[in-house]
């Protein structure tokens, strides 16, 4: 779905493998890349319709948990 540029899709059917991958990933270029600064949140179900019509803040991506 695309909406004002903003894109919304869901992460599922990766194996345990993939998780730890990325999770090394992460950690292999903490220092190089500014990971926290890219998302923001925690935001929940609830907060979904004002994060969509909210002004774009300083992260371009929101993690949303159920």
Not at 9 to 16: K, M, Q, S, T
Request: no cysteine.
């Amino acid at each position: 779905m695309v909406r004002r540029q903003l894109s919304i899709f869901g992460v599922h059917n990766y194996e345990p493998r993939h998780l730890a991958a990325a999770l090394s990933f992460l950690q292999r270029t903490r220092e190089r890349f500014p990971w926290p600064d890219l998302i923001a949140g925690p935001g929940s179900l609830e907060d979904l319709g004002a994060l969509l019509t909210a002004p774009a803040g300083p992260a371009p991506r929101y993690s949303i948990t159920p």
